[in-house]
């Protein structure tokens, strides 16, 4: 069974730019969330997609928008970004009435 | 807010040694889960603990759900080089959010 898939694996975006992160979750699961890590703050919940709807949110700017596909693969997107968005970001996916959550390998995003 | 407290922050231990690590909180929850994560990469699933009291093992780690549902505990026996990372323990909040310990970085010398 294929794991979670992030694309890309490395981006580098100039401050004020906005970027679009992809996320495949393992096959058969609906639940998408997303996570940031930063060396200072850790990982922090971004939001929580499942069949499509956003289920949870976590507290980052509207800045920080995703959304979810029928195919339950998800988006996330960043605009007008700033220097303070560089991290890793991290998708992770749950299976139905499944607690625990599988990552992906994440994003690199640096804001220059 | 409800917060995970991970302890110890780092080890830098010999190889064969043991390893203990933990996590406490104010709150009950309900889950713990514990993930190792290696530089550049996703936090890979190490042990699911369900129950108060309960005691899992996988390979070489055992981890336990503790009786007050407020910590966890995970032992790495008889370390190796590949033990090296930065493990986190997880628990879901009362608003259904995943949050994080602040991790425990080991490192062994072989």
């Known amino acids: 069974k294929a794991g979670v898939t992030q694309t890309p694996r490395y981006l580098i975006k100039t401050r004020g730019q906005q970027v679009t992160l992809s996320c495949s979750p393992i096959s058969g699961h609906r639940s998408v969330s997303w996570y940031q890590q930063t060396p200072g703050q850790g990982l922090q919940f971004l939001f929580e997609?499942?069949?499509?709807?956003?289920?949870n949110k976590g507290n980052f700017p509207g800045r920080f928008s995703g959304r979810q596909f029928s195919n339950s693969r998800s988006e996330m997107n960043v605009s007008t970004l700033e220097l303070g968005d560089s991290a890793l970001y991290l998708c992770?996916?749950?299976?139905?009435?499944?607690?625990?959550?599988?990552f992906g390998q994440g994003t690199r995003l640096t804001v220059v | 807010g409800q917060q995970l407290n991970q302890s110890p922050q780092s080890m830098f231990i010999q190889e064969g040694e043991d390893v203990s690590m933990n996590c406490t909180s104010s709150?009950?929850?309900?889950?713990w889960l514990w993930y190792k994560q290696e530089p550049g990469e996703g936090p890979v699933l190490l042990i699911a603990?369900?129950?108060?009291?309960e005691l899992t093992s996988n390979g070489r780690l055992t981890a336990q759900f503790g009786i007050t549902r407020k910590d966890s505990f995970l032992n790495i026996s008889a370390s190796i080089p590949s033990d090296v990372g930065i493990y986190f323990c997880?628990?879901?909040?009362?608003?259904?959010?995943?949050?994080f310990g602040q991790g425990t970085e080991l490192s062994v010398k072989p």
């Open positions: 709150s009950i929850f309900n889950t």
């Open positions: 997609y499942f069949s499509e709807t956003q289920r």
């Open positions: 992770a996916s749950r299976g139905p009435w499944r607690t625990e959550a599988f």
């Open positions: 997880a628990a879901y909040n009362q608003g259904g959010k995943l949050i």
């Open positions: 603990l369900y129950k108060a009291g």
